[in-house]
C-alpha cells in the first residue's frame, strides 16, 4: 500500500501549503507536486471554473488555456517514472469537481477517458447528449462519459491510484485569509479581483471523501483512533456512508472491498491540531502513509504558523469575528465572510468527525 502515490486533498487556505513544505524535505523518497489541477479547473477548455470564463484573454496570458486534466496527469506520471519516487501530490479537492453553474450532469473529463477500463464496454455509462460540466475540449467529440455517483471528472479506474489523505481547517480562518487573497496587496499575485464564496471548498471536498469512502478507495479503520471503523450516519446530501464494521458496508449496500484498498486509512488532519502539536500530527500522518518519521523533516519557517504553533489560542465568537472582519474589511464584506462560514461549518465539522487524534 505504500508504493501509492499520495494525494493530499484540501480546500482554500488550509494550511496546506505550510504543511507540505514538510514532505519537500524528503527528497530522497518523494516527489512533490504542488497544486497543479487548478490550471486545468480555471483555464483550459475543460474548466469547471466561472472566475475566468469570459476572459479569455486573461486564460491564454497564463499560458494554461490548452492545458487538460489528461495534460496534467500526464506530466505526474512523467514525474513519478523519471524520479523515481513516491509522488506526493497536494491540491484542492474542488479542482475536480464542476461549480453549481455547471454540476447538471457530471462527466468524466474528455482528456481523461482513456484512463478508464475497459473503455468501451459497460464499465461506466455512456450517455448521449452535450456535457455540462465545463466546456468541452475540441478535440474529444465523443458523447460524455457519465461514472454512477462519481461526483467528479476523474475515472474511478485513476482514483483508484492514488492513497488519499485530507486537511481541513475551521472556516473561520481560511475564509478570511481566502477573502484577504482576493483583495490588494494579495491579488496583485493571485489575479483574484473579487471573493466568490462558492471557491471555499468544504463541499466538494466531503463529496469526494464520501465517494472515496464508499468505493472502499479508504477506510474502513480510521487512523489515530486505534482499530475504531465507526462512520456518521449521514453522509453528502443525507446519504449515509454506513457503519463500515470490519469493511463489509458502504452506501446503499455497496461492499467495501477487503483487498488492497480497504487498507488505505481514513486519514483526517485538523489544520489546528497540526499548528498545536506538529510534531505528533506529522508522526502520526508519516505512520499512516507508510513513510518514515524523522523530526528533521519538520519546520515551520514562516512567522504566522510559528507564533500559533507556540501558543494556543481560545477560538472566536461570531461576535468577536464579525467586529474584527468589519474593522479590516468593511461591513458588506464582513457579512459576506460571515454567510460563507455559516454555510459551511456543517461540512467542516462532519469531516471533522473523522480527525486523527494525538
Given at each position: ?207 469526494l471523501f464520501d465517494y472515496l469512502v464508499k ?144
Amino acid at each position: 500500500m505504500a508504493s501509492k502515490d499520495i494525494f493530499l486533498a484540501t480546500h482554500p487556505r488550509a494550511c496546506s501549503t505550510a504543511f507540505e513544505r514538510v514532505f519537500m524535505t524528503c527528497r530522497d523518497r518523494l516527489a512533490c507536486v504542488h497544486e497543479p489541477f487548478g490550471d486545468a479547473w480555471y483555464f483550459g477548455p475543460e474548466r469547471l471554473s466561472d472566475r475566468f470564463e469570459d476572459d479569455e484573454a486573461a486564460r491564454k496570458k497564463t499560458g494554461f488555456s490548452e492545458t487538460t486534466y489528461g495534460d496534467i496527469f500526464g506530466e505526474i506520471e512523467k514525474t513519478a517514472t523519471q524520479e523515481g519516487k513516491r509522488v506526493f501530490i497536494k491540491d484542492m479537492a474542488q479542482y475536480w469537481l464542476p461549480l453549481p453553474s455547471k454540476s447538471d450532469s457530471v462527466s468524466i473529463a474528455p482528456s481523461l477517458v482513456s484512463y478508464r477500463r475497459g473503455v468501451g464496454t459497460t464499465n461506466g455509462t455512456t450517455t448521449n447528449g452535450t456535457t455540462t460540466n465545463g466546456t468541452a475540449n475540441g478535440t474529444h467529440d465523443e458523447a460524455p462519459v457519465i461514472e454512477p455517483g462519481n461526483p467528479t471528472v476523474v475515472p474511478d479506474d485513476l482514483l483508484r491510484k492514488y492513497h488519499f489523505t485530507f486537511l481541513i481547517r475551521h472556516p473561520r480562518s481560511s475564509v478570511p485569509s481566502y477573502f484577504r487573497c482576493t483583495i490588494p496587496p494579495l491579488s496583485s499575485m493571485t489575479g483574484f479581483d473579487y471573493y466568490d464564496p462558492v471557491e471555499a471548498g468544504y463541499k466538494e471536498l466531503r463529496m469526494l471523501f464520501d465517494y472515496l469512502v464508499k468505493e472502499g478507495h479508504v477506510g474502513p479503520k480510521i487512523a489515530g483512533t486505534g482499530n475504531r471503523t465507526h462512520y456518521p450516519e449521514n453522509g453528502t446530501n443525507g446519504h449515509g456512508i454506513g457503519n463500515g464494521i470490519n469493511g463489509n458496508v458502504g452506501v446503499n449496500g455497496t461492499a467495501v472491498a477487503n483487498g488492497d484498498d480497504a487498507k488505505v486509512e481514513i486519514c483526517v488532519i485538523d489544520a489546528d491540531d497540526l499548528l498545536d502539536a506538529p510534531f505528533a500530527v506529522v508522526e502520526a500522518y508519516c505512520k499512516s502513509i507508510g513513510l518514515k518519521y524523522d523530526p528533521g523533516m519538520l519546520k515551520w519557517d514562516d512567522d504566522e504558523n510559528q507564533a500559533h504553533a507556540k501558543q494556543k489560542k481560545a477560538p472566536k465568537s461570531e461576535e468577536e469575528l464579525e467586529k474584527e472582519w468589519t474593522a479590516k474589511f468593511g461591513t458588506d464584506s464582513a457579512k459576506v465572510m460571515l454567510q460563507t462560514m455559516r454555510e459551511n461549518v456543517a461540512d467542516f465539522e462532519y469531516l471533522q468527525q473523522f480527525a486523527l487524534k494525538i
